[in-house]
């Protein structure tokens, strides 16, 4: 089960946006979000919630039912974009398990819920592997850290071994818990157990950096680094210079 954030506004990409649904801006000929759809489902992952806000028809009626791609999509649909944590609580009827199969509220296997505004050829594959391995330690959270990109050079949190630590951005490295942690960027790539987000009240404004600085504290948040391509698309500079990169490995006119 993964879920794909396109709740966003896209302030830093207008105009573009104005008329277009930030996830549906094209890379190398493709939406961003079918880019994410078509990695998850090679890696068998199907089952695939989307939310949205601003303009979200265009991306029900881009996307249909997700048949087309081997995927099945469900939509979440927010009357005003409720930040991640916020939006991942309203969807999470579709992410819990059903009562036919016997689980109760909070319960369930992690699901991974991806950011629509990225580009990564991180192996999705992973994230079963990694699953099985929050389950086993009692961990709450797992992200995926990349290298800090020029536009956020301090990054977002620590990263010793494979747990993930407090970071400040101002804060020097010799500040960290471990000096020798690495403070890396958070990818915009997770799994989450379903507890976390089930004290949230539905369809309340929630962001999820105090989430994930609280699971931090408590020693629950496990990471990894990815070392391949990565962007967050931010900017119409930055969305045209990928779309060049990937046009240039795809060989697409």
């Not at 991806?114 to 992200?143: P, S, W």
């Not at 949190?157 to 494979?162: K, R, T």
Request: glycine content about 12%; proline content about 8%; overall charge negative.
């Amino acid at each position: 089960m993964a879920m794909i954030l396109a709740a966003g506004r896209g302030e830093r990409m207008r105009p573009l946006t104005d008329h277009t649904t930030k996830p549906l801006l094209k890379v190398g000929g493709k939406p961003l979000i079918v880019w994410h759809i078509e990695r998850l489902v090679r890696a068998g992952i199907t089952d695939l919630v989307i939310n949205h806000a601003h303009l979200g028809a265009q991306i029900e009626q881009e996307l249909g039912d997700g048949s087309r791609f081997g995927a099945h999509i469900r939509y979440s649909a927010e009357a005003k974009a409720l930040e991640t944590a916020g939006g991942i609580a309203y969807a999470l009827p579709f992410l819990l398990p059903s009562p036919s199969g016997g689980g109760t509220e909070g319960e369930g296997m992690p699901f991974a819920v991806i950011n629509g505004d990225i580009f990564c050829d991180y192996d999705f594959a992973e994230l079963y592997r990694y699953a099985a391995v929050m389950k086993a330690q009692g961990d709450t959270v797992h992200l995926v850290l990349v290298d800090n990109p020029p536009h956020h050079p301090d990054g977002d949190f620590g990263l010793a071994g494979d747990r993930v630590t407090v970071a400040a951005a101002s804060a020097p490295r010799s500040s960290l818990p471990n000096p020798q942690s690495s403070r890396l960027t958070f990818s915009g790539i997770g799994l989450y157990q379903p507890g976390l987000f089930a004290g949230i009240p539905r369809g309340s404004i929630a962001p999820l950096a105090p989430l994930l600085r609280a699971q931090i504290a408590l020693g629950k948040v496990g990471g990894e680094h990815h070392h391949g391509l990565w962007v967050d698309v931010g900017t119409p500079q930055r969305l045209a210079e990928l779309d060049s990169q990937v046009r240039s490995l795809h060989n697409a006119p």
